[in-house]
């Protein structure tokens, strides 16, 4: 039996399995729930820690952070997931207590109880979708049929296989809501976390664990000014990019919000926060730094190359399959919770109190389909698509963090003045950060701290405007300890 199809049988094999497994778990659960809403964006309410922790690792743990990260090709990157840690901490024990507190379905719904207004909600829900739709989606789709094509060495157009992904992905989204989507993550989670360390191994040996050759500026934790991530943002905009992510983002709250209470949500948080800093640091840096040294500056084929000369054709044939089990599960995640975002904050708020969810869902995520896919030559176009990733979402994350830092904090804020900071925030950060704008050159800030600076920003406009023009005084009220 020739190599390829080896792999291509065994690819196959494992993704039927893994839908296999999810199907038997959740059959026939939710059906007698009668909150429609609750069973296909929160699961009912009824996931267990380690699908929490499964499905928040495997959310976030796909081929734009393995392809990408590993596309830079040195250790720096590690301190994204390093910060992280940090990230996940504060989701457990500062935001979940919150929304745990007011019986939240989004984050968004938050707002909305802490600011007295609805159309706060919709507009921060609003944002969320287009991020979704325009950067997150799109992206993950890009990364793992790039991934595709360099590992089996395939000779097809790159919108070909991003066809079949995004195809496969929405039907998970539409037919199974979000049980399906953790269950699916967490058995995948598994198999690409153990096949992941397998690469970090086979190619160690690969350089008989000599990393002689390599500039020292691929191996250092400490980045320079040129660097992805000079050392000085770490104390910055770091903390307040890993606060967002993973404290307020709808992708990733969404899991922790699913489970029966607050202290099996915590136990699967600080599952995931373990994973992330004793695993996920080695496999997003190390493949991509021996890469270096075995083909030169490749980019973002690193990865997938790699994988494809080093493993022999079973074992690439199960690393295909977790791997393309990553990119359909971070995918689905991105679109359940944008249409999660739509149904319950827009259409029900605005529209109809009692849509036909599943139908409304399924023509929210083929639209956010045909939309990843129109902007998938996008991506392909960058020099790093984690970089752009990043770059891109700081439009929105600084001027989103803001207003529920400021929900959080005070009470008699409001609703239109946060509206009023968030505008200011994406104009100010578009304007300083993308080279065409003419703000660029004269200051020229890494985004990191860019986004700190639009942060604070945005904090002093929301509160100004809130008492010049609104006549308001905040009043310092933190929101787990507040009257509801």
Partial sequence: MSDGIIQ????????????FLTYMHCRGKGHRDTNQTKEYFLAGGGLAWYFVAGSITLTNLSTDQLVGMNGNQMALLAL?????????IILAKVFLPVYYRYK???????????YNDKNIRAVISSLFFLGSALIFCPAVIYSGSLFMINMFDLQVNIMTVAVAFAAVGAMYAIFGGLRAVAVSDTYSGVLLLIMALVVVFVALEAINYDFSGIPPERLT?????ESPIPWHTLLTGMIFIQMFYWGTNQVITQRAMAAPNIKEAQKGVFAAAGIRLMIVPAIIVVPGIIAFKLYGDIGDAAYGTIVGDLLDPSLSGIFAAAMAAAVLTTYNSNLNSATALYVCDIHQAYINK?????????????LLTIVSLALVPVYASADSIINLIQQLYGLLSMPILSVFAVGLLFKNVHANAAIVAVAFGVLFYGAMSFEFSP???PFGLHYIHLMFITLISCV???LAVNAIVFKQKPVLSWANTAEM
């Fill in 104 to 114: 939240c379905t989004t984050t968004t719904e938050l707002l909305e109880r802490r």
């Fill in 221 to 225: 934790l400490i980045g320079d000014d």
């Fill in 8 to 19: 291509v049988s065994v690819f196959f094999g494992v993704t039927l399995l893994i839908a």
């Fill in 439 to 441: 703000l660029h050159a």
């Fill in 80 to 88: 994204w997931e390093f910060s992280a840690v940090v990230g996940l």
């Fill in 460 to 462: 002093s406009v929301a």
């Fill in 354 to 366: 009692e849509p036909n969810v599943q139908k409304l869902s399924g023509l929210v995520t083929a």
